[in-house]
C-alpha cells in the first residue's frame, strides 16, 4: 500500500517539532545535560496533588461537563478578576482544555477560514503556524529583533496586516525569548487594532513567571480589547502540572461557543481528576508560585551573567524561563551550535530555528533546572567554547 498517495498533503507538509529532535537524540545519550525542554524542575505542589488523590479516593472518575467543572470555571473566572481585573462568565466565556496546546488549536480552528491570513509573531511556540496550515489559513510571520528585546512593535504589525488579515497570535510572555510586552509596548499595538474585526489569540500561559516590579498585563484588559481577545492560559508552567494536562480559554460567548463544539467532538472533556487538583491550585497555591518564581529568577539572573561572560551575548529576558542568546560570534548555525554541543560536550539547547527562520543565530536555553544543573551545563560550554575557538584557530593558520 503506497502510503504516500493516502495521507493528508497537509499533514505531510508539516515539519516535526525542532524541540523534540533534539531532545530525542540526547534521550539515547549517555552523560547528557538537558537544557532544552520548557519544563518546571519542581514537583506539583502537595494541596494540588491531594487534591487530587482525594478526588481518586471519592470515586470522581466520571466526565464532567464538556466545558469543564462549573466550580473551575468559577475559580477560574475569580482568579482572572482579582489578579488582572477581567471579568466572564464561567458558564459561557470560559472553558477548560486539556493544557494551553488543546485551546490554541481550537481558537485556531473555530476562527480561521481557508486563505485567512494568520500574523504569527516569531520566535515563538511551535504550534501556531503548523495548526494555522491544517486550517487553511496563511502564515503571515513577523520576525522580531533582539534590539527591541524580541518585542512587538506597531510598525512592524501595522506593515504585516492585510484586507485578509483575521488572527494575530501575541505570545507573550515568550517562548522562547522569555521577551515580555509591557502595558505601554500592548497599548501601541491595540491601538493599531482599533477600527479593525482583527482578533487576538494572546498565548498567556506564562503571566505568573514575569520578574522585576511591574505586573503581568493581559491584552484584554485594554480599553476596546477584551471583544477581540481570546486569552489562553493554563496550569503547567506556573504551577508546575504539565502531566496533568489541563489549560483554559476565555473569551467573547460566540467564539468560545464554536470552540467548544469543537473540544465536544474531539476531546468531550479535560481530565476529570486534574480539574479537581486545579481547584485547590487557585484557591491554595499563590504563595507556591511565588517561591518558584523567585527561584527561578536566581537562575535567569545567573544564566544571563554567564552566558554573556562566556561571549553569547544574551539580553535579560523578563518571562518565562528561557534564555534566548546569540551564537553568531561561532560562526556556527543555529543547528550546527546545538548539534556539534551535544556530540562534544552532551549539553542539549534547543537551535532558535525551531522557533521561526528568524531564530536562526540564536539558541533557546530552558533554566526550569537546578543550580547544579545549570553551572555543569555552563562549564561545559565554556569548554566547548574553548575548543571551538581553538579549532578555528588552527584553521586559519
Known amino acids: 500500500m503506497n502510503y504516500e498517495t493516502i ?34 524542575d519542581f514537583k506539583t505542589p502537595w494541596q494540588i496533588r491531594d487534591a487530587g488523590i482525594r478526588s481518586l479516593e471519592k470515586g ?53 477560514n481557508p486563505g485567512d491570513e494568520v500574523i504569527v509573531v516569531e520566535p515563538c511556540f511551535v504550534s501556531y503556524a503548523p495548526i494555522a496550515e491544517l486550517t487553511g489559513g496563511k502564515v503571515v510571520p513577523i520576525a522580531t529583533k533582539a534590539e527591541n528585546h524580541f518585542r512587538l512593535t506597531a510598525s512592524e504589525l501595522r506593515a504585516a496586516i492585510t484586507d485578509r488579515t483575521k488572527l494575530l497570535i501575541l505570545p ?19 491601538e493599531v487594532l482599533r477600527g ?16 522585576g516590579d511591574e505586573r503581568h498585563v493581559s491584552f484584554a484588559e485594554l480599553d476596546g480589547m477584551w471583544e477581540r481577545t481570546i486569552l489562553i492560559n493554563g496550569f503547567s508552567k506556573a504551577y508546575a502540572m504539565t502531566g496533568w494536562r489541563l489549560g483554559y480559554a476565555c473569551g467573547p460567548a460566540p467564539i468560545i461557543k464554536q470552540m467548544l463544539k469543537i473540544h465536544q467532538f474531539a476531546i468531550m472533556c479535560a481530565p476529570t481528576t486534574s480539574q479537581y487538583a486545579a481547584i485547590v491550585a487557585l484557591r491554595e497555591c499563590d504563595d507556591q508560585i511565588v517561591a518558584m518564581r523567585d527561584q527561578y529568577d536566581m537562575r535567569r539572573r545567573l544564566l544571563v551573567s554567564e552566558l554573556n561572560k562566556l561571549g553569547l551575548t544574551c539580553f535579560e529576558p523578563e518571562g518565562a524561563f528561557y534564555v534566548f542568546p546569540c ?32 531564530g536562526e543565530g540564536f539558541v533557546r536555553v530552558s533554566y526550569s533546572y537546578s543550580i547544579s544543573h545549570l553551572m555543569e551545563a555552563l562549564r561545559r560550554i565554556g569548554a566547548f567554547l574553548k575548543d571551538l575557538k581553538s579549532k578555528q584557530t588552527e584553521e586559519s593558520v
Not at 507573550?172 to 501601541?188: D, I, K, Q, S, Y
Not at 549539553?347 to 532558535?352: D, M, N, S
Open 60 to 112: 470522581k472518575t466520571w466526565y464532567t461537563a464538556n466545558a469543564g467543572l462549573a466550580e473551575l470555571k468559577v475559580e477560574i473566572c475569580r482568579y482572572l478578576k482579582n489578579h488582572f481585573d477581567l471579568s466572564y462568565d464561567p458558564k459561557t466565556e470560559t472553558m477548560v482544555t486539556v493544557g494551553g496546546s488543546e485551546g490554541i488549536d481550537i481558537c485556531i480552528r473555530a476562527l480561521v
Open 172 to 190: 507573550f510572555p515568550n517562548n522562547p525569548t522569555g521577551a515580555v510586552m509591557r502595558r505601554e509596548h500592548l497599548e501601541a499595538i491595540a
Open 327 to 358: 551564537i553568531r560570534s561561532t560562526g556556527l548555525s543555529s543547528d550546527d551550535f546545538c548539534r556539534q554541543l551535544l556530540e562534544t560536550r552532551h549539553v542539549a539547547v534547543i537551535p532558535g530555528t525551531a522557533f521561526g527562520e528568524s
Open 7 to 40: 495521507l493528508s498533503n497537509k499533514a505531510k507538509t508539516i515539519k516535526p517539532s525542532g524541540i523534540r529532535k533534539f531532545f530525542d537524540i540526547a534521550a539515547e545519550m549517555d552523560d547528557v545535560i538537558s537544557l532544552s525542554v520548557g519544563e518546571p
Open 196 to 211: 479593525t474585526d482583527i482578533m487576538v489569540l494572546s498565548d498567556e500561559i506564562y503571566a505568573e513567571l514575569t520578574y
